[in-house]
């Protein structure tokens, strides 16, 4: 795209009324073909918000050492998992991306020097979730990875460079788990979560409540439960970027709030 042509395009970024914040708990790759109450949230929430002009999507997928945004027009459906269904691998989501938001984003990024991508584009963390939201695949998505040399507390300020762009229609979404342990998975146990999983949830959601974002910062100082709850960081980042961006005004509404096999929380947030 010439200089022109990204000028032309970067002008249907211009202000309008300020987009809500997401935060989905995405779960297993299924959830792109199935019907679930978890689908059925995500759905919901995309009926309650105003049409976005485009999606910026933070996903646990996608970690770097850097920070990148993928700059390309068709990006492509990314089958980042294995052992399921051919059904599943069978599925395009070709949403358009944009180059014109890909560079203004770049640019308006203070915290760190970000850089295009032209070889990623839509993990499932990131097209699993918003195939369900928006099926036409009629709004450009892009992706911002996750730097995985950074502190928690880096994330959450570099999430605060990003804020203008909620006033220009622009839906910013962080996809991970709130509590997220494959290895403790409870597969006889498909309802309900492990007693320090649903501890580990219901304390991250009161913290959210209470706009204590220091304590979520510095989850891994909240004992044991925590650890368990949260073992890598992947997951739980992209909370972060959500909460970073949220104004002290701004009211928390849960949904899909439920864990599951033991230790994956889909507990999900909308913040407007």
């Not at 409870?186 to 007693?195: M, T």
Request: aromatic content about 10%; overall charge negative; some cysteine.
């Amino acid at each position: 795209m010439h200089l022109n042509e990204l000028y032309t395009a970067s002008r249907s970024f211009e202000e309008t009324t300020t987009m809500p914040l997401l935060f989905v708990g995405h779960g297993s790759p299924m959830n792109a073909i199935e019907e679930t109450e978890f689908t059925k949230g995500w759905k919901k929430a995309a009926d309650d918000l105003p049409k976005p002009k485009a999606i910026i999507c933070v996903s646990a997928h996608w970690q770097t050492k850097g920070t990148f945004l993928t700059a390309m027009e068709k990006p492509k459906t990314i089958h980042d998992f294995y052992g399921f269904p051919k059904e599943l691998f069978d599925v395009e989501y070709p949403a358009p991306g944009s180059l014109a938001l890909a560079e203004e984003t770049k640019n308006i990024i203070q915290k760190t020097e970000a850089q295009l991508d032209e070889t990623w584009g839509l993990d499932h963390g990131c097209w699993s979730v918003v195939k369900q939201m928006y099926p036409n695949a009629d709004v450009p998505v892009i992706e911002m990875s996750m730097d995985y040399t950074q502190s928690p507390q880096w994330h959450y300020e570099l999430a605060k460079d990003l804020a203008a762009l909620r006033k220009k229609g622009i839906l910013i979404i962080g996809s991970g788990n709130i509590v997220h342990n494959l290895g403790m998975m409870n597969w006889h146990s498909p309802d309900r979560g492990f007693d320090w999983a649903e501890e580990a949830n219901q304390k991250i959601k009161d913290l959210i409540v209470d706009n204590d974002h220091q304590q979520l910062e510095n989850y891994n100082s909240l004992g044991k439960g925590m650890h368990l709850s949260v073992p890598t960081p992947e997951h739980f980042l992209p909370l972060l970027y959500v909460l970073g961006l949220k104004e002290k005004e701004e009211q928390v509404s849960f949904f899909n709030d439920k864990t599951v096999y033991g230790s994956i929380s889909m507990t999900s947030l909308l913040i407007n």
